[in-house]
């Protein structure tokens, strides 16, 4: 075959048969249903922000924009500002929790539904706001993914200020989580702090494994993701976070990453995610959901669908329980084209955030599995 021939074969034929994919029961999808989406019509669509259970600040903040007029990208990043810039979210912005090493590394992505357009930056550096240096790379570059040094020397230039992100709360939880790492080292035993001492009961579970009962504490992943719609029917969404608590400096989960942590089709919906990255990562979870909701499912169905395929795409025996469940957890925030949403989690009971016209609430998650009640 000649790479004429090849190459037209890739174009016409692979990417044809993209859209087909399966919904985790065996059926295929990405066609549409024979009877078509009943939408508002411009202008009447719902206003509506949906977010991870941290962000109800950022969804009222985004409907409360949208509602004057600001396009709804710059509606969520301004929303989620206000977590960025919390010292008591430990998940997101100043305040998150640092990598190994101490230091403060931020991830985000944005997406604009309406030009089908992202910008991202990774393991960015002394930056409080990640989404809006992520949106700047959409707005001013050719690129969608800035990380590093070239990230933060790229924020610089556009006149975000340097500064120290790591807070004496966030400084003493890792350095408990330092001085326990083993007994093997020159580390005595931390100081009693009942601040850190609850932290770390908050992120302790109850699994099952190799037979037995044990309470183990697990790394948080926090994150948040906020979408909005606006009247015109518009959808955009942004996704930001400091990763993995205590990960190895340069490591980048999937928040800035398209498809991952975040997609919009803005003739379908969006959906994004926090939790384990590595395993969203491997499953482009948020492209999979939106394609779902492409074939016709729910925003609910569509996350229950994926939470199902991530479930059986995970074959390390150290990430799944005696039952052979996922140890980690992953959840996702879905918005349709006609208004509905949902949040869907591998485990439960969990909630996420929604701000519309009957005002601002945690409603909740769609769950794969329940935790025991004493998991925490």
């Known amino acids: 075959m000649t790479q004429f021939a090849r190459r037209s074969f ?27 989406r009943k939408l508002p019509a411009k202008g ?30 710059e509606a969520v990043v301004q929303g989620v500002a206000i977590v960025e810039a919390d010292p008591n979210d430990t998940s997101v912005g100043y305040g998150g929790l ?11 992505a944005v ?24 949106l700047k790379v959409l707005e001013t570059t ?5 990380v590093g040094e070239g990230a933060r020397q790229f924020a610089r230039v556009h006149g975000f200020r340097e500064e120290n992100l790591l807070t004496d709360k966030a400084r003493k939880i890792w350095l408990h989580w330092k001085q326990n790492l083993s007994d093997q080292d020159d580390w005595l035993a931390p100081a ?34 906020c979408a909005g719609m606006n009247a015109q029917g518009d959808i955009c969404c942004t996704t930001t976070t400091s990763g993995l608590a205590f990960k190895i400096p340069g490591r980048v989960g999937d928040s800035p990453i398209i498809g991952a942590g975040l997609y919009v089709d803005n003739e379908v919906g969006s959906c994004g995610s926090t939790g384990r990255g590595e395993a969203n990562l491997q499953n482009l979870a948020s492209f999979l959901a939106v394609e779902l909701m492409r074939g016709g499912m ?39 084209k006609r208004g509905r949403h949902a949040g869907v989690s591998l485990w439960g009971p969990a909630k996420f955030a929604v ?12 769950f794969l599995y329940k935790r025991p009640a004493d998991h925490s």
Not at 44 to 60: C, D, E, L, Q
Not at 98 to 108: K, Q, R, S, T
Not at 114 to 131: D, F, K, Q, T
Not at 209 to 220: D, E, I, S, Y
């Open 355 to 366: 701000t519309d016209e009957q005002g601002t609430r945690l409603e909740d998650c769609a």
């Open 44 to 73: 009447h669509f719902p206003i509506k922000a949906v977010s991870s259970a941290n962000g109800m600040a950022a969804t009222a903040r985004a409907v409360e924009l949208m509602r004057r007029g600001v396009d709804p990208l």
């Open 142 to 146: 050719d690129h969608v993914l800035l």
């Open 298 to 336: 729910s925003p609910k169905e569509a996350g229950m669908a994926t939470c199902r395929r991530i479930a059986e795409h995970t074959k390390r025996r150290d990430l799944l329980d005696d039952e052979g469940r996922p140890i980690f957890d992953l959840k996702f925030y879905l918005l349709d």
């Open 111 to 134: 997406m604009h539904g309406p030009r089908h357009r992202a910008g991202a930056v990774g393991a960015l550096r002394g930056i409080r706001h990640p989404a809006q240096v992520a």
């Open 10 to 36: 890739l174009v016409g034929g692979g990417l044809a048969a993209l859209p087909l994919l399966g919904d985790g029961d065996g059926n295929l999808c990405g066609q549409e249903k024979p009877a078509a």
């Open 192 to 225: 009693d702090d009942p601040e850190v001492s609850a932290f770390f009961h908050e992120h302790t579970r109850t699994l099952q494994l190799a037979g037995k009962t044990v309470r183990r504490f697990v790394r948080p992943t926090g994150t948040i993701h």
């Open 98 to 108: 640092p990598n190994e090493l101490g230091i403060v590394e931020l991830d985000a």
